[in-house]
């Protein structure tokens, strides 16, 4: 089931998803997060069993991670499945907050504490992830939150009460939760640049309609240079968005499944702080008629503060901290390689390497001077990146 599409393609249906809020979460929170970890660490019976009824709309998914308690530390997971005597399921206890499709999903996936034995025979608490089916049993939904935003698409709290989960629904391996969560969020965070570029282009078409048209001292607002200014950063960042996003769904997009953390995290934290800024612009053009709820573009603010926050929810079980915890993220992961290339060449010159010390220095050199820097793209300007240019 499904239609396949590739990370570029996935990445064009959230820019068009985007033009509704409520609507682009839903689909987001089933595919993005609700199902991926049955996509990404399944069993093929898992697979098989789950995904053609999640691909087709049969059944809906949820992500079950964020917790009313949780802190800074994801041994702060209070939801246990403890293993029954036999082995051959787990009893599900514990509740979920601020989940998305929470009051329609039939499947979710839930992280929970299990008790594991270590190399030296301690037990220790580590998370898990399970596919859970709401038929199970045990599992029940509180009333949907009244939410500033996104007020079209079902958040609700997940409360399991003895749930019998089979040892067969585990994902991954038991005490591997972590590792799946992060490699969940991490799949589907570049989706976020193109949605929130759909969205800010619209919002821009319909911002320019009306300065087109309304005057102030004899003049339309478009002609005054400080709208032209607010304008043009709107645009500027909604190119970039956009941008980030499919360069880094073409890299998702290569064989051998690239490691693209990093740069996926770089553009959720960019479009989501880029969408704030732009809506803010806008609603400075637009005066009165902006801030007025018989008009659309109040919406536009709502759903838009919503990106800061996606994430943090899910991310404060395990770390603490909305898009900061993704800067550092992105500088470690950056300076992990650095350091590693920094100290082979500084151990190599401490042995008296002249030949590293000399390549150092004409590298500075070269980078004084305007050193070309080649980002490997092709075309007859440099501008394409290359799992596009077969498709012309």
């Known amino acids: 089931g499904g239609l396949g599409l590739s990370n570029t393609m996935y990445a064009r249906l959230g820019e068009i998803t985007s033009l509704d809020g409520s609507i682009a979460v839903t689909l987001a929170a089933h595919q993005a997060i609700g199902l991926k970890g049955i996509l990404i660490a399944g069993t093929d019976e898992q697979k098989a069993k789950y995904l053609p009824r999640l691909a087709s709309g049969e059944h809906i998914a949820a992500f079950c991670l964020t917790e009313p308690g949780s802190g800074s530390d994801a041994a702060s997971i209070q939801t246990r499945a403890t293993l029954s005597e036999d082995g051959k399921y787990f009893l ?6 601020w989940i998305s499709n929470g009051g329609l999903a039939d499947i979710f ?31 029940t939904h509180g ?4 939410k500033l935003g996104i007020r079209g698409s079902n958040t609700c709290e997940v409360h399991f009460e003895n749930t019998k989960v089979p040892i067969e629904n585990v994902i991954g391996e038991v005490g591997g939760g972590f590792k799946v969560a992060m490699n969940i969020l991490n799949s589907g965070r570049f989706s976020m640049g193109s949605a929130s570029a759909g969205m800010i282009k619209k919002l821009i078409e319909m911002t ?65 702080e880029g ?10 053009i637009l005066g009165g008629l902006g801030y007025m709820k018989d008009y659309p573009y109040e919406r536009f603010l709502r759903d838009t503060r919503i990106l800061l926050i996606f994430e943090a929810t899910h991310l404060c079980v395990l770390f603490q901290g909305t898009n900061e915890i993704l800067r550092l993220y992105i500088a470690l992961t950056g300076m992990q ?3 590693k290339i920094l100290t082979d060449k500084i151990k190599e010159i401490k042995k008296g390497n002249v030949g590293v010390a000399l390549g150092e ?32």
């Not at 048209?213 to 500027?236: C, H, N, P, W, Y």
């Not at 969408?275 to 400075?284: F, G, K, P, R, Y």
């Not at 075309?379 to 290359?386: A, I, L, T």
């Open 92 to 97: 599900l206890n514990g509740s979920k907050v």
């Open 109 to 139: 996936t839930v992280f929970a504490r299990t008790e594991v034995v270590d190399k030296d025979g301690k037990v220790k608490d580590k998370i898990t992830a399970f596919i859970v089916e709401r038929d199970f049993g045990g599992v």
């Open 143 to 146: 009333k949907p939150e009244d």
């Open 208 to 272: 320019a309609e009306y300065a087109c048209t309304r005057k102030q001292f004899d003049k339309k607002l478009s002609d005054f240079g400080l709208i032209q200014e607010k304008f043009s950063l709107m645009a500027v960042k909604a190119y970039v968005m956009e941008s980030m996003a499919y360069l880094t769904a073409g890299m998702m997009d290569r064989p051998g499944l690239p490691d693209c953390s990093v740069e996926a995290a770089m553009v959720k934290v960019f479009s989501s």
């Open 275 to 284: 969408a704030w800024v732009c809506v803010s612009e806008a609603l400075q």
């Open 337 to 339: 390689y650095a350091g």
């Open 361 to 392: 220095f004409l590298n500075k050199l070269r980078d004084v001077m305007g050193r070309k820097v080649d980002y490997g793209l092709v075309g007859n300007h440099g501008v394409v990146h290359p799992s596009l240019q077969v498709r012309g």
